[in-house]
């Protein structure tokens, strides 16, 4: 991409060595106007980190698609926990600490907490105790494959960050252990609240309206059996 001379959307920290995606008029390829991901260089393992970079987006982007077309309860909380955890990490947390990121980062944006630190490992933290606490008679390899499934595709993200430039290593440590208490937060409140319940919160008129199918596979303690993926579903 040639310079413009155009008036810049956004003005990066230092030098931005290598944009895969250009959102300023700099000479570097990508895709203009779109938004920036820098790199050191062009190597695989850049290109690699910079994907891993993107999986909180890309699959946040999907989930929600995925939520439109099925209307599964199960898609939808992990849209609430990616959602919430974002709101209180971008919209408070970062401002309270009010910490730069580190000399040359593509973003002038905070830096404390890794906000994709947060999100990966919340989701990370939650569906490790669904799957390692309820799994209902699972074969332990079964299990054992879907912890390595989360981990190779969550489990990069905070390190991405840091070999990017985005965050210093104190920005991505403080941010997966915030993610890690909010994945254990939120798993606490769906076995102590959303469980019990879930009769009474499907029977909402917001449910009835949305159609929402349960498809989390929960342990209802007000009736004492196991909830079917095809229960209420058209409540």
């Not at 941010?175 to 879930?198: E, I, K």
């Not at 989390?216 to 079917?228: C, D, E, F, M, N």
Request: aromatic share 10%; hydrophobic share 45%; charged share 10%.
């Amino acid at each position: 991409l040639e310079s413009t001379g155009q008036a810049r959307l956004f003005q990066p920290q230092g030098s931005c060595p290598t944009c895969f995606f250009v959102m300023v008029d700099q000479p570097h390829f990508g895709v203009q106007g779109l938004f920036v991901i820098c790199s050191p260089d062009h190597s695989a393992l850049s290109l690699l980190m910079v994907l891993y970079t993107c999986v909180p987006g890309i699959v946040f982007s999907l989930m929600i698609i995925w939520t439109c077309a099925t209307r599964t309860t199960r898609s939808l909380l992990f849209l609430c926990l990616c959602g919430t955890v974002s709101v209180i990490n971008e919209g408070l947390l970062k401002h309270i600490f009010r910490q730069s990121r580190p000399e040359g980062a593509c973003a002038d944006s905070y830096g404390m907490p890794s906000g994709h630190s947060v999100v990966s490992c919340s989701v990370i933290m939650w569906l490790f105790l669904e799957v390692l606490l309820e799994s209902n008679g699972t074969p332990c390899r079964n299990r054992v494959f879907n912890c390595c499934t989360l981990l190779i595709l969550w489990g990069p993200v905070p390190y991405s960050r840091v070999y990017l430039n985005y965050h210093s290593v104190a920005q991505i440590i403080v941010g997966s252990l915030l993610g890690a208490l909010y994945g254990s937060l939120f798993y606490v409140l769906l076995r102590t609240w959303v469980v019990p319940n879930t009769e009474r919160i499907m029977g909402w008129k917001i449910c009835q309206l949305l159609r929402l199918r349960n498809t989390y596979h929960t342990k209802s303690r007000a009736v004492g059996r196991i909830l079917p993926s095809y229960a209420l579903v058209d409540v």
